[in-house]
């Protein structure tokens, strides 16, 4: 049974840090494209990053560049989404998903597997 199980959220202040961790179990990921996504309240659940298992190669939106970073651990089956620079704006409950792709893709349909999310809220 596939578990993605997000952990890192919380209360930061604008400007702050936070990272996110994203543990995958359950079967192999070598072949797996992780992403991470948001979603706000009232609004869609949205696309923030993703990094291929096999290579190592990242896609970000476009506010999430400069600011925000994703990285794997191997060994430990683990994700990781390093957030600086929070802004208000950045609230929202952040969500790993695993998509069975040879190629990064941001649509939330096309992942197969998703964690529960983790809240992460930025107070002005």
């Known amino acids: 049974q596939v578990q993605l199980v997000e952990s890192g959220g919380g209360l930061v202040q604008a400007g702050g840090s936070l990272r996110l961790s994203c543990a995958a179990s359950?079967?192999?990921?070598?072949?797996?494209?992780m992403g991470w996504f948001r979603q706000a309240p009232g609004k869609e659940r949205e696309f923030v990053a993703a990094?291929?298992?096999?290579?190592?190669?990242?896609y970000y939106t476009d506010s999430a560049k400069g600011r925000f970073t994703i990285s794997k651990d191997n060994a430990k089956n683990t994700v990781y989404l390093q957030m600086n620079s929070l802004k208000p704006e950045d609230t929202a409950v952040y969500y790993c998903a695993a998509d069975r792709s040879v190629r990064i893709v941001v649509d939330t349909s096309l992942y197969d597997y998703w964690g529960q999310g983790t809240q992460v809220t930025v107070s002005s």
């Open positions: 359950g079967r192999t990921f070598s072949n797996y494209v």
């Open positions: 990094i291929k298992w096999i290579g190592g190669s990242t």
